[in-house]
């Protein structure tokens, strides 16, 4: 089984900082890409900014130039650097772990999420 933990989410103002971090444990041979969602009241869960194995990036166009997402100093770990935060940045962001290839039992890839933790942007 593997679980993915997330921190780093909390309140902050407008045009401030927040760094989030999630680390991936568990019996993992290799992760297709890891990265964020978030989900807001009332929306769809949307993806944030990924980043695969090879070293591609994807971000979604409404947070290009204010997040950038990066490898974490463990293995099997992603951090997201959020600044100049906008209320609209307000949501639960979920750590993913997508095509995890399992190091014992099952060739097949598995997709992983975190608990979610909550970001809130309000002065």
């Known amino acids: 089984q593997v679980q993915l933990v997330e921190s780093g989410g909390g309140l902050v103002q407008p045009g401030g900082s927040l760094r989030l971090s999630c680390a991936a444990s568990g019996s993992i041979f290799s992760i297709n890409r890891m990265g964020w969602y978030r989900q807001a009241p009332g929306k769809q869960r949307e993806l944030v900014a990924h980043?695969?194995?090879?070293?591609?990036?994807y971000y979604a166009d409404s947070v290009k130039g204010r997040f950038t997402i990066s490898r974490g100093n463990a293995k099997n770990a992603v951090e997201l650097q959020m600044a100049n935060l906008l209320a609209e940045d307000t949501a639960v962001y979920y750590c993913?772990?997508?095509?995890?290839?399992?190091?014992?039992?099952?060739?097949?890839?598995?997709?992983?999420w975190g608990q979610g933790t909550q970001v809130t942007v309000s002065s």
């Open positions: 980043i695969t194995s090879g070293g591609d990036f």
């Open positions: 993913s772990a997508m095509g995890v290839y399992s190091a014992t039992g099952s060739s097949r890839p598995a997709d992983y």
